[in-house]
Nanobody, 112 residues
């Protein structure tokens, strides 16, 4: 299993970022996929999960309509569109499989 996240960066409060995760080494469209994050000095926090066909999505309460998870099974890619970002969203974001495999993460920093 290989997961490679990208798309993070530095953005001002209220800004947007689109994270991507390239998956390989397993049958991507057989599995629900998730995003989790880890803020400095804190544990992993679940962000969002998407079903195998992309029709079913779930989000952490803190998202409140700001993030959208999606997937492209033809490309074996997972995405997280993040809008109206807040400083509290600053974290390393990881895509994960149901077994807990994750990549190296991508850093998101929200600061003015």
């Amino acid at each position: 299993v290989q997961l490679v996240e990208s798309g993070g960066g530095l953005v001002q409060p209220g800004g947007s970022l689109r994270l991507s995760c390239a998956a390989s080494g397993f049958i991507f469209n057989n599995f629900d996929m998730s995003w989790v994050r880890q803020a400095p000095g804190k544990g992993l926090e679940w962000v969002s999960t998407i079903g195998t066909e992309g029709a079913v999505t779930h989000y952490g309460d803190f998202v409140k309509g700001r993030f959208t998870i999606s997937r492209d099974n033809g490309k074996n890619e997972l995405y997280l569109q993040m809008d109206n970002l807040k400083p509290s969203d600053t974290a390393v974001y990881f895509c994960t499989t149901p077994t807990g495999a994750r990549g190296q993460g991508t850093q998101v920093t929200v600061s003015s």
